[in-house]
């Protein structure tokens, strides 16, 4: 079974505190995206290997540390998830990015695929897809089943906010997938928006409501 990790960073909790509330404006939103994004990559990325590697620093040679030439991409759902690629970049800049289009159907719920592009070598690398939110779970379940017919096998979800029945989906369909939530709130209402939420990450990213 996928390890599930819910972030209790200070800062993290904070930032989703702001973004949550109805009075923050896109361009705060946004900032406050990206950061959390880069807070959240910093604690993901805790069990990346490290090798050693001989240096010489202005008073004499020692043995430092080096990331393990790990190949890493970074995979946004469009269009909420663009708002979480830069701070990701912040934190692993050597990272591919890779992007899958998918909206929900407002009536259904049910992801409509309209875009994908991935870096060439994506099956060797490590993939992080993105995206604020994990509600029903149906839009990263299908994203992630997008990557896997094309060969990945090593991915990790990220999100700002999830609902306990996306997290149990994507468990259930994913179970190799380790899972990290900014904060994991309380149900999804009758239209599959969480409670409480934040409301619609991408128009609020956006400005576009
Ligand atoms: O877990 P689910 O029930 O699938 O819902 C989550 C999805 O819904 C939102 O995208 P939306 O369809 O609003 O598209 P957008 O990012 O273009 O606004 C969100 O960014 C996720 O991709
Ligand atoms: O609460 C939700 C659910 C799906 N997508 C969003 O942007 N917000
Ligand atoms: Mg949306």
Redesign the pocket.
């Known amino acids: 079974m996928s390890k599930v990790v819910v972030m209790d960073h200070p800062l993290i909790q904070h930032k989703i505190g702001i973004i949550r509330r109805t009075e923050t404006s896109s361009k705060e939103f946004r900032e406050m995206i990206g950061e959390i994004a880069m807070l959240m990559c910093y604690e993901a990325t805790r069990d990346l290997k490290l090798e050693d590697v001989e240096i010489e620093t202005p008073i004499t040679k020692m043995t430092a540390k080096e990331l393990a030439g790990k190949k890493l991409a970074v995979v946004p759902i469009l269009r909420?998830g663009l708002g979480m690629v830069e701070g990701m970049l912040a934190m692993i800049p050597a990272a591919k990015v890779g992007h899958i289009g998918l909206y929900?159907d407002p009536e259904t719920l049910v992801p409509v695929e309209y875009y994908c592009k991935l870096p060439a070598d994506s099956s060797e690398r490590d993939i992080f897809v993105v995206d604020?939110?994990l509600?029903t779970g149906g839009s990263a379940e299908a994203a992630i089943t997008m990557l896997k017919q094309k060969g990945v096998k090593n991915i990790r979800f990220m999100c700002i906010?999830a609902?306990p029945e996306g997290v149990k989906k994507l468990q259930e369909v994913h179970p190799d997938v380790d899972i990290y939530i900014g904060a994991l709130d309380d149900h999804?209402n009758d239209h599959?928006?969480?409670v409480p939420?934040?409301?619609?990450?991408?128009?609020r990213i956006f400005g576009t409501k």
């Not at 939420?197 to 128009?203: E, H, K, R, V």
């Open positions: 909420a929900r604020p939110m509600a906010i609902a999804l599959g928006y969480i939420g934040l409301g619609d990450a991408g128009d």
